[in-house]
């Protein structure tokens, strides 16, 4: 088994090499970098451990170019390039290797919702037909038979695992108020001002409300596909974390709902999926998650107005961790080979 | 000009020590502390300026008891203590000198609510009539005439500030929901667990939804006294911060309301109120008011639902700088006086 | 393999659970509380994993008594219980199971030295003489046969790790300085105002410098047994992290030494070591071995002024994670076994 | 009284503005920058308070160009600009205004040293001769004459005033070692990777150690200009922390000297100096000093090894602080004005 990266040196590519490394299924990991080809993991990530050190020690314990990449013909190709640039870049792999892109290029059917969302049509619309959203729990099955995985965004992943149960079981209604919280590694390895440790230390506060963040439109498209009349308002908040996130969800209730049927319909709809675990008597802080694969989730109701929380670490079941159990159905692994499932104290 | 603080070993008494040292109106501090009495300030406090020590040197540079207190015949009386602790230590002040209550004891004028929200019943119900709510840019004309003077927790004034101009004009309508952060001396300085570096750093979520939280039974009577239409649910998170608060509150409209509208429903209700800033152009952060007693203000509407943005800093203006801009304004010095508007970097 | 923890509710065994869970030798966990027994492990920790609480089933996934302990015969048993207490609980443990002693009871074999730095006599004296020191890269043949082993403190772990194999080639002189820092998860989970998240956040600083901390004594009597002459000074600095060590030591050389030497000193001491990491290009930061076991190494010279840096996760390498590596040695399974040797980002 | 700022969008100039828009000598304040001319300063800065928009309201509250500053004829000009820009950018200033630099370009005295630390030539050698070394509390009257005015580095000004005493009362002797820790913004306000949230929280480590950092140079000018056998060795750390900056010096005594002694040199040094604190009984923490003019200092002595400890904001006492402190002294203004003596919690 031998699984490529593209896009090494960002968050979501160091933890990629992290968790690949230490999978029992994977043999060789070649991480690639457009930008830093050539140059000696050891040296570009002094955390790197002995485990990867042994998997791309035959290519040289290098990032590797494209070209070489491509000629290597990886069995699985995880993209964690930034979007338009991770369809193109991704191009010579369709139709050789899985491909299961972390980038927002195929997160989105609708051409239209994309364009609005990227102010930029989907860079391979020809594909999108092909793409399976990549939120494990719900398309399971999907995800299986998939060439082409859109792994979907950190705050979806953590805003919809609570939501789409129940609204599949006809119970929501209106509008839905999600107010998430992020750590700063959710904006990317970006040598911008806003992202220095100065800036976003001992500081919070919202951005991009209401639908004016990308990943409320990848939501809205998901709800709409269960159920169309519900209509998704999404307020992401950053705050002084490098990992993590946290999203509080307000929904009405279309009738009166006792919290057993809550959790049975949770449990129904995950008590296969290792990687929820619903906490009725506990509102999940996102240190709970820290490092693991895991989507906590909780409710509180107040007659019908209710109230969801679910964490998650956004670089692991937000990103390269869910990226790495689409790897494990699609490829038909143990589900939870080489995540974990505990949080870090 | 002489002012007391009960309860000087906590993070608001502490906060009161330092605003109270460079007030060029206030002559006296006399600190006091039930626990510590009679320990030296600079051991208690090793930040302490030399202005605090020159303003208490003549009553030893340390704690003092309540008797010492009372003998001294205080103008004003800033109580730190927690609830139910106040309303009886502040007794021997009543009448006497001004007290300016930091905690929830005369913050709730409707007994069943303040019941309900605290357990027990108010400590001195006698006085709940002669007790203004100190929420300086709402009630600044009783204020000035108060004797007992109910300092806001820092929630209700984070988030009632953006929303009563709004509820007066009568613009809004239905379920109103906050979602708050705050940072970890919110909570106090208390020796538990959950406050501990470890347990807080790098963790987010949230706590007491709903209408489970103190502070949202203080809000929604200030609301209903407005509108009793409106009805409030409050969702506060932890985040790891010392000071800041953020409230996101989201509202809908009535009827189709412009920003222009709504800017200058803002600037009547507030240009002559030197702390609170409106940022129509800026989603406000919490830095951007650290350490001062402004209170930022915005909003984004989509149609007819609005949300509303404010931040302050939890020990300023949600606390111990309230409580100095309320002592400016009972005393008839300058609003602004010993008080920043500017954040810290 | 049943694994006992004595302390299961501290950071140390908290981390100790997690290790043990994911451990592929460790069939059987048997976590243990004196204040708490009998609580639910998943009600205590809201990050467990589902592996911790398969080894645990068996035992109703709860907190054990001592008495449940003893009577379940464990081959290890891990004590992370305070200085003086771990020593006496671990009583009926000693002579039946192996014990690796995650607190000082057992450091220290010189009793003047111990009582000097505890102000108590050893708390079991009788067996000091049995006691292998646990740094593991430096006493592996005496733990591989040791039936009680004291693990290291977390700074003498950082500090002895660079300096011995140097001291051991005499090529050292005169006085040693160590200054170390460490995040807060050093102090233990405790909790006093000095841990208080708002207290240590924003805040740096020394305390217990020169001879005054119990560290010191441990690494003077370490160093001593190498080289008698060498005279250790430590000031350890808390700096406002959860976890992570970094020890700067400056030390005399005796002659002239060329770095190539002390790569050479560095490589034989611990080219069979998978856990230290000498570095001679990059001065090692804390987050380059977060969560793993690893101790990364460099130094800097300047004519004969030589500095030492290196880093631990002081929770990992600095207490936990060297206590499952001596039982890997102690057992003989695989040095590496249950343990990372990658950082975490 | 008109003081105008070059560089005002880096830390120290957003610190700068903060300082002279609450100092009561200074009437006008004229920002400035070379690449954001013409922008409004309520845009660049969400912090900025009423007072700056009072004291820039004449010249239209936006960043000014040189050229206008230059027609304004300032009384003083403060220079937060990088190094070798600075010495260029004052030019016109040279004569007509006093210059307090806050770079390094006057820092140093010898040339062949200044080359060394800065790999290029003073870039204004002629004005050497006239530039005074700011740390005020060592040449107070120097600095009451001078025109140009060289403001320490943030390192300098924490280790030497420990130092300075001890070593012209000629007790000190053979080499100091000095390891200092430092929040993220001594490093300025650069768009690097390494200064992003991610990278330092949760992170620390030593970099430039022994003789290797810029400001190494800078002090050993100063030591050797007091005692010319003393050598100095530093080395920094970056710790995860906005603001403060801590350093602990190892050195040697001639002879032996009793604690007492140490405390009466220090108070012969500092008892004219209100930003000094001599703490014998406190090792001082960072926190102690957030935010104010102070620098904290203590020991702690071993026989003949002496261990000194100091603390103080690095962007206060440690630049902007220490900047508009010289102001004061040179104008003759109060030396406290406008500077706050208290550390924030």
């Known amino acids: 088994m031998r699984a490529a990266i593209l896009g090494t040196t960002g968050y979501t590519g160091l933890v990629l090499m992290r968790l690949l490394a230490e999978h029992a299924d994977v043999d060789e990991v070649l991480p690639s970098s457009s930008s830093r080809n050539g140059e000696k993991l050891s040296s570009i990530d002094p955390g790197i451990g002995d485990a990867l050190l042994a998997k791309t020690e035959k290519f040289g314990g290098k990032l590797l170019s494209i070209d070489e990449l491509t000629a290597l013909k990886p069995d699985v190709v995880f993209s964690a390039l930034p979007h338009m640039a991770s369809a193109k870049v991704c191009g010579p792999f369709f139709g050789s290797s899985v491909v299961i892109d972390l980038s927002a290029d195929f997160r989105i059917k609708d051409e239209a919702l994309f364009e609005k969302a990227y102010k930029q049509k989907p860079p391979r619309s020809d594909l999108l037909p092909h793409a399976v959203y990549g939120l494990t729990e719900i398309y399971r099955d999907e995800i299986a038979r998939a060439d082409l995985i859109a792994n979907p965004g950190c705050y979806p992943t953590a805003s919809l695992l609570p939501l789409l149960p129940l609204a599949r079981a006809g119970i929501l209604e209106g509008k839905i108020f999600i107010s998430a919280l992020s750590g700063v590694s959710g904006a990317g ?157």
């Open 189 to 345: 390895r970006k040598n911008v001002t806003n992202y220095l440790y100065c800036e976003r230390d001992e500081n919070s506060g919202a951005y991009n409300p209401g639908k004016s963040h990308r990943h409320a439109a990848e939501m809205a498209e998901q709800l709409r596909s269960v159920d169309s009349t519900l209509d998704l308002y999404f307020t992401p908040h950053l705050v002084p974390m490098s990992r993590g996130e946290a999203a509080t969800t307000t929904v009405g209730l279309k009738r009166e709902v006792e919290d057993d049927e809550i959790l049975r319909i949770y449990e129904n709809a995950y008590s296969s999926s290792p990687f929820v675990r619903v906490t009725p008597s506990r509102i999940p802080q996102t240190k709970d998650v820290l490092g693991s694969n895991r989507c906590d989730v909780s409710w509180h109701r107040e007659g019908q107005t209710l109230f969801l929380f679910s964490v998650i670490d956004n670089l692991v079941k937000g990103a390269s961790g869910q990226a790495v159990q689409n790897m494990n159905v699609r490829f038909g692994f143990k589900e939870t080979q080489g995540l974990r499932t505990y949080g870090e104290i």
